[in-house]
């Protein structure tokens, strides 16, 4: 298969860094992980668990190691590299800059990208055109605990800062409007059967829409997924929004986290609601200009694969 990088056009128009550019990108990368992982190792050695900053790191499949690990993604080469140096899976020399080449890819992960990418592309290209809804509230974590028991709901070591009787009446009164197939899953049977349409992966792509938390703090997920094709400038933007909208997530949620400086968001009032898509809106935003630029770099990368 042709390398990613082989032609004459892609040589042309691939970003070429000199070595003290790249070499700075990834000691900064590298400080930059650690520091964001490093409550989470901590409290991992010692047996502890955190329900909000743990979430990137449990729910997401990727380990702090796996985070830190530099690429400068699959557009750019590395210029001034030394012979024996270390540099990121698939990058190969010329003598001259070192780039990404997908023949030097085992096969099978090669396929494996090669499908990734079609699919996150398509996925991020239809949330991208589809209209933003901002009218869930965050009730997808009331959805998750309706009904339950205390020994039921997720977080067992947290209270719930309303009733089961507050839960219910304002699933019931503000209705779900949940379009993410990963937090519906987690709906509890009652809300599951409230929800206006039934979700799948498979029609994922379907349903997802730029105004959703979920789908957002996702885009995190699908820039590791498909490493080291895409930037760690991306990925460190793309956590960083994860990061900040679980924050907030959790803040709308029924469970109490004044503990850890978190206060309530109280949707069950109209100002509560106000401030929940005041930031939902803010959050679009700022993935919007993430999704742009991520399609952008899928259909150039989706060209050469």
Known sequence: MESLLNSDRRRTHSRILDRETWQQAQTEHHAWADEVSRGHRQRRAAGLKHPVEDFL???????????????????????GV?????????FVGDGIVHRFDASAVAASKREHLRTNVRWILSLQQRTQQRT????????????????QTPEQVRHTTWTLRVSQQDISSAVENLGLRCTHFDAWRFFTPRATAMNPTTLS????PDTDQPG??????????????LQPLIASTFVRAAFD???RIRTVDMRASPYDFRALGLDPID????????????????????AQRLREAFISDLEEIGQHL
């Open 201 to 204: 992966r498979a029609t994922q």
């Open 132 to 147: 933003a809804g901002f009218g869930c509230f965050g009730l997808h974590e009331w959805a998750m605990v309706l009904d």
């Open 57 to 79: 790191w449990e729910y997401y499949p990727f380990s702090p190691a796996q985070l830190r690990r530099w690429t400068p993604g699959a557009l750019s080469g590395l210029d």
């Open 212 to 225: 959703c938390l979920h789908a957002n703090m996702d885009l995190y997920k699908w820039s590791m997924r």
């Open 267 to 286: 949707i069950q009032s109209a100002a509560g609601r106000a401030k929940f898509v005041s930031l939902q809106r803010g959050f679009a935003d700022d």
């Open 241 to 243: 929004l994860a990061r």
């Open 82 to 90: 030394c012979a024996g140096e270390k540099v990121p899976t698939g």
